[in-house]
């Protein structure tokens, strides 16, 4: 999958920015970049791409201003004020995650688009390294988990239409957002539109689900 957990992201905020980035097949790093850094989209070089994309990553996982400073080596402040830029800019992201805490502070626990739920103890404690701790497990969760369940449902499916296909191509394992598979050169084709289609409308997000395909001798070859 293409960004899924940023895909994911922008489905669960609504966040306006954000769904039009991807449902215009634009570059949403470089996206970022323009609106963080405050420069041109046709101005933003490899190197802003790059801090952009930690940036996008980062809130997803709940990095602090530490965190993101020790990463791209810049200053604290200096990485605070990239984190507080992007909320300003993806204002529909910052409201998500702030509810979603308040969802999980409530004793609702967090829930991914697919219904399961985890609830989170240290979510009110008066530590706080407990509870900052609980409160990334609570912006994270719904987003990983929801990224999860998809994969899940589409290496379903794909193992439905391989056994359906009388193909010999059999699927040996995922890592991460990626499903490995064992294929036949003679099936390449044939398996490659088949596991697309699976996995770009194993679900309906409200922006699109993207998937790359690669082949090789072994996995790393498989990734040029």
Sequence with gaps: YSQIEL???????????LVDAFASGQDVHVRTASQVFGVPLQEVDSDL??????????????QTDYGLSQQLKIPRK???????????????VKR???RVVEQARSGEGVKTMLGRRRFLRGISSRNHAERSNAERMARNTPIQGTAADIIKMAMVRIH???????LQARMLLTVHDEV???????????VSELVTDAMENVIELDVPLVVDVGWGEHWGESHP
């Design 180 to 190: 490995v598979l064992d294929v036949p050169e003679d099936e390449h084709d044939h």
């Design 7 to 17: 895909r994911v992201l922008a489905h669960l905020s609504g966040d306006e920015d």
């Design 78 to 92: 200096q990485a605070r004020e990239f984190i507080d830029t992007y909320f300003e800019r993806y204002g529909g």
């Design 49 to 62: 791409r790059s801090r952009a994309k930690a940036i996008n990553f980062g809130v997803i996982y709940g």
């Design 96 to 98: 998500y995650m702030e």
């Design 160 to 166: 439905e239409r391989l056994q359906q296909s009388g």
